[in-house]
């Protein structure tokens, strides 16, 4: 059996196809531009359909397909009429619009209330709310709607005609009572939304349905493929990193970091939501996920790399082979407040910015770079000692994303944050976590826990250095104070 799986992002689309031993028999990647309709931004899901069928049809013709997998971005949807044409396309979850819907919600739910069912506070990135501003902005549309979908249900229903959404990408539409299950038709209903409007709900690694014959002939696809419905990115590249048991963390190191974790009960405090992390149900059942955010960190770098240093090198071929040789061993004792982006969980505060202290003229541009990705560390390990107190504990992580191929950085982690970490063979984690949902499915392992076996293979381990944990740990005390210290000066 070969497990065919999709990475659908804002801007770029991966594939992967794996066999049953794991070997990855293909692998592409597409970028697109968003679609321009008067001045703004939406995700362009007709080039992406264009593209993921391509891509399709390419693997087709090297390979046989016994099955497709989506792991898509969240939030933003599509609206249709009732013959399937587009509406209105998906919003980002970035657009402001829907803030004033989101304070609407607020009103009529509560924060508390909303949080307790469906996992998240009210905000404008939320499905619901930008779906409550096309309801009050654009009524004569709004008239027209017959079916609500998000990405990867929009592309699943293409492929198969049926209409199903996983539970964790259900809850990142405000929308979705995450103890039952289901949409809630008690906040829908005083919103004037109706609930089957949206998909139907199911597990993660649920099939949905075979591939449609028109799929299958036009593309010229080998036997009889079915559709295994996936998840959030998010959730698909803590599968990937083989996320499955209570405190397994997965720690995403891109131009953002969001590290995901498992706890298993619902919180009782709805300071939790209220402070921007989100309750979600995960692919494992008895299990939820919450999302640590922190909006600069490659990015960080890249500021650093490009705005500062201009892409200097000195003598090695590159600014990384540069300027991580130089560094001094030890805490630079330089503390750096990461909001180069704003601040995201715990503080929720756009506005905040960036801040660097205890700089002199003895400061080299290495140190003040290592301080750059020690207070990443501390901002991170601030977020880990904020959860603890709504019962959800961190007990370790696999690094992903661009940061992860920084073995200085993964050891400053290590130390500050006081975990063990470990990177994986390939960066590519929620391809392989469509794949592991893949190969339970179609009955080649019996749960997640076997395909992790095959399919998960990690790299490097770093551990914490006591001697360098323990030196961080009055800077620690320091960085936690900054925020509140300096944050009327925004």
Same mark, same amino acid.
């Given at each position: 059996?070969?497990?065919?799986?999709?990475?659908?992002?804002?801007?770029?689309?991966k594939?992967?196809?794996?066999?049953?031993?794991?070997?990855?028999?293909?692998?592409?990647?597409?970028?697109?531009?968003?679609?321009l309709?008067?001045?703004?931004?939406?995700?362009?899901?007709?080039?992406?359909w264009?593209?993921?069928?391509?891509?399709?049809e390419?693997?087709?013709?090297?390979?046989?397909?016994?099955?497709i997998?989506?792991?898509?971005?969240?939030?933003?949807?599509v609206l249709?009429?009732?013959?399937?044409?587009?509406?209105?396309?998906?919003?980002?979850?970035?657009?402001?619009?829907?803030?004033?819907?989101?304070?609407?919600?607020?009103?009529?739910?509560?924060?508390?209330?909303?949080?307790f069912?469906?996992?998240?506070?009210?905000h404008?990135?939320?499905?619901?709310?930008?779906?409550?501003?096309?309801?009050?902005?654009?009524?004569?549309?709004?008239?027209?709607?017959?079916?609500?979908?998000?990405?990867?249900?929009?592309?699943?229903?293409?492929?198969?005609?049926?209409?199903?959404?996983?539970?964790?990408?259900a809850?990142?539409?405000?929308?979705?009572? &995450?103890?039952?299950?289901?949409f809630?038709?008690e906040?829908?209903?005083?919103?004037?939304?109706?609930?089957?409007?949206?998909?139907?709900p199911?597990?993660?690694?649920? &099939?949905?349905?075979?591939?449609k014959?028109?799929?299958?002939?036009?593309?010229? &696809?080998?036997?009889?493929?079915?559709?295994?419905?996936?998840?959030?990115?998010?959730?698909?590249?803590?599968?990937?990193?083989?996320?499955?048991?209570v405190?397994?963390?997965v720690?995403?190191?891109? !131009?953002?970091?969001c590290?995901?974790?498992?706890?298993s009960?619902k919180?009782?405090?709805?300071?939790?939501?209220?402070?921007?992390?989100?309750c979600?149900?995960?692919?494992?059942?008895? !299990?939820?996920? !919450?999302?640590? %955010?922190?909006?600069?960190?490659?990015?960080?770098?890249n500021?650093?790399?490009?705005?500062?240093?201009?892409?200097y090198?000195?003598?090695?071929?590159?600014f990384?082979?540069?300027?991580?040789e130089?560094?001094?061993?030890?805490?630079?004792?330089? %503390?750096?407040?990461?909001?180069?982006?704003?601040?995201?969980?715990?503080?929720?505060?756009?506005?905040?910015?960036?801040?660097?202290?205890?700089?002199?003229?003895?400061?080299?541009?290495?140190?003040?770079?290592?301080?750059?990705?020690?207070?990443?560390a501390?901002?991170?390990?601030l977020?880990?000692?904020?959860?603890?107190k709504?019962?959800?504990?961190i007990?370790?992580?696999?690094?992903?994303?661009?940061?992860?191929?920084?073995?200085?950085?993964?050891?400053?982690?290590a130390?500050?944050?006081?975990?063990?970490?470990? !990177?994986?063979?390939?960066?590519?984690?929620g391809?392989?976590?469509?794949?592991?949902?893949?190969?339970?499915?179609?009955?080649?392992?019996?749960?997640?826990?076997?395909?992790?076996?095959?399919?998960?293979?990690?790299?490097?381990?770093?551990?914490?250095?006591?001697?360098?944990?323990?030196?961080?740990?009055?800077?620690?005390?320091?960085?936690?104070?900054?925020?509140?210290?300096?944050?009327?000066?925004?």
């Amino acid at each position: 059996m070969n497990y065919l799986s999709f990475d659908i992002g804002t801007t770029g689309c991966k594939c992967q196809l794996f066999s049953e031993d794991a070997s990855i028999l293909y692998y592409e990647f597409i970028e697109y531009d968003f679609k321009l309709i008067e001045n703004e931004n939406y995700v362009n899901v007709d080039a992406i359909w264009h593209h993921l069928t391509a891509m399709l049809e390419r693997v087709a013709k090297k390979h046989d397909i016994s099955s497709i997998c989506i792991s898509s971005l969240g939030e933003s949807f599509v609206l249709l009429d009732k013959d399937d044409n587009i509406l209105f396309y998906p919003m980002l979850y970035t657009d402001p619009r829907g803030e004033d819907e989101a304070q609407i919600i607020k009103n009529k739910i509560g924060e508390d209330r909303a949080f307790f069912i469906t996992g998240v506070v009210p905000h404008s990135m939320y499905s619901l709310s930008k779906l409550l501003w096309i309801k009050n902005n654009r009524p004569d549309l709004f008239a027209k709607a017959d079916k609500i979908m998000l990405t990867c249900d929009y592309f699943g229903y293409l492929l198969t005609g049926k209409r199903v959404i996983d539970y964790s990408l259900a809850a990142r539409t405000g929308a979705f009572d &995450i103890e039952k299950m289901q949409f809630s038709n008690e906040i829908l209903h005083e919103l004037g939304i109706l609930s089957d409007m949206f998909s139907v709900p199911m597990r993660a690694g649920s &099939i949905v349905a075979p591939i449609k014959p028109e799929i299958i002939r036009d593309y010229k &696809i080998k036997g009889s493929p079915v559709l295994v419905l996936g998840s959030h990115d998010q959730v698909c590249a803590a599968l990937g990193a083989g996320v499955l048991e209570v405190g397994d963390s997965v720690d995403g190191m891109g !131009t953002v970091e969001c590290i995901t974790t498992l706890f298993s009960s619902k919180p009782t405090d709805a300071t939790m939501g209220k402070q921007g992390y989100p309750c979600v149900p995960y692919a494992v059942e008895g !299990t939820y996920c !919450t999302y640590i %955010l922190n909006y600069s960190c490659g990015s960080t770098v890249n500021w650093m790399r490009k705005k500062i240093m201009h892409g200097y090198s000195g003598d090695k071929s590159n600014f990384f082979d540069y300027i991580e040789e130089q560094m001094d061993e030890g805490p630079t004792g330089i %503390l750096t407040l990461p909001y180069f982006g704003g601040a995201s969980t715990p503080y929720q505060n756009l506005g905040a910015k960036g801040a660097i202290i205890n700089l002199t003229t003895q400061t080299s541009d290495c140190n003040l770079y290592k301080s750059l990705l020690e207070g990443t560390a501390f901002e991170m390990r601030l977020n880990a000692q904020t959860v603890e107190k709504y019962g959800v504990k961190i007990n370790n992580a696999v690094a992903t994303g661009g940061g992860a191929n920084s073995k200085k950085w993964l050891q400053i982690k290590a130390d500050i944050q006081n975990l063990k970490i470990k !990177t994986l063979r390939s960066s590519e984690g929620g391809l392989c976590g469509c794949a592991m949902l893949q190969a339970v499915a179609l009955k080649q392992f019996n749960n997640l826990s076997q395909a992790k076996e095959a399919f998960v293979w990690y790299d490097k381990e770093f551990v914490p250095i006591n001697e360098e944990r323990l030196a961080y740990e009055k800077y620690y005390e320091k960085y936690k104070k900054i925020y509140k210290a300096i944050k009327e000066f925004y």
